[in-house]
């Protein structure tokens, strides 16, 4: 019994060994073989974020062992830039490495003491540049009192018009510019203006909605007012 116990611990000890000898020598292999060299990273998503900045910021990447990437490192670091709201890094082996960011969705634009604040759909704010700024197309938010940045996710302004962005797209891209009349919100857009009350904006844009629903040749209004809840409409042919 005992001769059996030692044969079978004698071939437990061959194998370990055999597989520690095979695991140092992949682990060799793959670590020296230049195969597995990074050697292509590709970057796609970048509008708002400069690529040359990410390119410059993970060149470390390149000529690293693919096996050894740290992935989840990478995209961290990736998404604590401003203006990308998660990142993806994908491994093609043997030597390419593909990161797919993707961005916020900007849907203002608030301009104070100088500076461009760009505001997207989750409330958050950030500063950017005038290069930036002349780069994409989203409305201005126009605030008679000008506030602090920190308050605009608090306005009538914001609110409309992520109410808007959320329920009408379409209606949303035609929007050059928010304002407010008192107790009102105006939105001018390309070719019309919409004046919502303050107090029942979100059941009027709803109404408005389904106005746009069966005709989508709103800009054939000079302008949509709200009474209440009913919609007054002046078309262009009646002026």
């Given at each position: 019994?005992?001769?059996n116990?030692d044969?079978?611990?004698?071939?437990?000890?061959?194998?370990?060994?055999?597989?520690?000898?095979s695991?140092?020598?992949?682990?060799?292999?793959?670590?020296?073989?230049?195969?597995?060299?990074?050697?292509?990273?590709?970057?796609?998503?970048?509008?708002?974020?400069?690529?040359e900045?990410?390119?410059?910021?993970?060149?470390?990447?390149?000529?690293?062992?693919i096996?050894?990437?740290?992935?989840?490192?990478?995209?961290?670091?990736?998404?604590?830039?401003?203006?990308?709201?998660?990142?993806?890094?994908?491994?093609?082996y043997?030597?390419?490495?593909?990161?797919d960011?993707?961005?916020?969705?900007?849907?203002?634009?608030?301009?104070?003491?100088?500076?461009n604040?760009?505001?997207?759909?989750?409330?958050?704010?950030?500063?950017?540049?005038?290069?930036?700024?002349s780069?994409?197309?989203?409305p201005?938010?126009?605030?008679q009192?000008?506030?602090?940045?920190?308050?605009?996710f608090?306005?009538?302004?914001?609110?409309?018009?992520?109410?808007?962005?959320?329920?009408?797209?379409?209606?949303?891209?035609?929007?050059?510019?928010?304002?407010?009349?008192?107790?009102?919100?105006?939105?001018?857009?390309?070719?019309?203006?919409?004046?919502?009350?303050?107090?029942?904006?979100?059941?009027q844009?709803?109404?408005?909605?389904?106005?746009?629903?069966?005709?989508?040749?709103y800009?054939?209004?000079?302008?949509i007012?709200?009474?209440h809840?009913?919609?007054?409409?002046?078309e262009?042919?009646s002026?």
């Amino acid at each position: 019994m005992k001769e059996n116990i030692d044969k079978i611990l004698y071939k437990l000890l061959i194998l370990g060994t055999v597989l520690m000898i095979s695991y140092g020598a992949v682990d060799q292999f793959i670590g020296e073989n230049n195969i597995f060299k990074i050697d292509n990273v590709i970057i796609s998503g970048c509008n708002l974020i400069e690529l040359e900045s990410i390119e410059n910021q993970f060149s470390f990447i390149k000529d690293k062992n693919i096996f050894s990437l740290n992935t989840d490192d990478v995209e961290l670091k990736l998404e604590n830039y401003d203006f990308i709201e998660s990142a993806k890094l994908i491994k093609v082996y043997p030597s390419t490495v593909i990161i797919d960011i993707i961005e916020i969705s900007p849907i203002g634009i608030y301009k104070y003491n100088n500076n461009n604040l760009l505001v997207d759909n989750n409330s958050k704010g950030f500063l950017c540049s005038s290069n930036i700024l002349s780069s994409i197309q989203v409305p201005e938010i126009k605030i008679q009192n000008e506030i602090n940045f920190e308050n605009i996710f608090n306005t009538h302004h914001y609110k409309t018009i992520k109410q808007i962005y959320d329920t009408n797209p379409k209606l949303f891209y035609q929007i050059k510019s928010i304002s407010d009349i008192n107790d009102e919100i105006l939105v001018n857009t390309q070719m019309s203006k919409i004046l919502f009350d303050k107090a029942h904006y979100i059941l009027q844009i709803n109404h408005l909605n389904k106005l746009l629903m069966l005709s989508d040749k709103y800009q054939n209004f000079n302008y949509i007012k709200f009474s209440h809840l009913d919609i007054v409409v002046n078309e262009r042919g009646s002026i």
